[in-house]
């Protein structure tokens, strides 16, 4: 009897720890992410997701004298076209005088994919092509006349 105890007690504790909860289980949380190639040059920046009304959403990226703005009636995966304002993008001199605005040129197709939406974390990623084309300063050689974002991702979680 004294030769099963030992080996009966250390197939309890194995099996106890292999039960035990861990974090090595749960997937790791998705940081917020924005980013693109702009004008070919690497461009990432914070992101973040707002509501506008009741079925409109922003897909925001700042950084600090930039911003990104593509705004869609989300209905959940999918591709959305995006014309005129629904995307522009801009940039400031101290966060608040605008020097320069960009808005969809609408001769040149530009989408945002919804590839994955998780309702349960409210986790939604995707994909983004842009052609914005300058509004303001106009005309002004200091800005290019488009702005091209290519290979554009992003990771955010929506409003609660």
Same mark, same amino acid.
């Given at each position: 009897m004294?030769?099963? /105890?030992?080996?009966a007690l250390i197939i309890?504790?194995?099996f106890t720890a292999?039960?035990s909860?861990?974090?090595?289980c749960?997937?790791?949380v998705?940081?917020?992410?924005?980013?693109a190639?702009?004008? $070919?040059?690497?461009w990432t920046?914070?992101? *973040?997701?707002?509501k506008?009304? *009741?079925?409109?959403l922003?897909i925001v990226?700042s950084?600090t004298?930039?911003r990104?703005?593509m705004r869609?009636?989300? !209905?959940?995966?999918g591709?959305? *076209?995006l014309q005129n304002?629904?995307?522009?993008?801009?940039t400031?001199?101290?966060?608040?005088v605008? *020097?320069?605005?960009?808005n969809?040129?609408?001769t040149?197709? $530009?989408?945002?994919?919804?590839?994955?939406?998780?309702e349960? !974390?409210?986790?939604?990623?995707? /994909?983004? $092509?842009?052609t914005?084309?300058?509004?303001y300063?106009?005309?002004?050689s200091?800005y290019?006349?488009?702005v091209k974002?290519?290979?554009?991702?992003?990771h955010?979680?929506l409003?609660?």
């Open positions: 004294k030769k099963l /105890t030992l080996p309890l504790c194995l292999a039960c909860k861990r974090n090595c749960v997937p790791p998705i940081a917020p992410y924005i980013g190639d702009k004008n $070919s040059v690497k920046a914070e992101a *973040t997701a707002e506008q009304g *009741t079925d409109t922003l990226g950084q004298e930039e990104l703005i869609l009636k989300f !209905t959940g995966k591709t959305y *076209t304002t629904q995307a522009f993008y801009f400031t001199i101290g966060g608040d605008f *020097t320069s605005r960009y969809v040129d609408n040149a197709a $530009s989408t945002l994919t919804v590839t994955n939406y998780d349960a !974390t409210k986790l939604v990623s995707g /994909t983004y $092509s842009l914005l084309k300058k509004e300063p106009n005309p002004s200091a290019p006349e488009t974002f290519a290979n554009g991702m992003f955010v979680y409003p609660k």
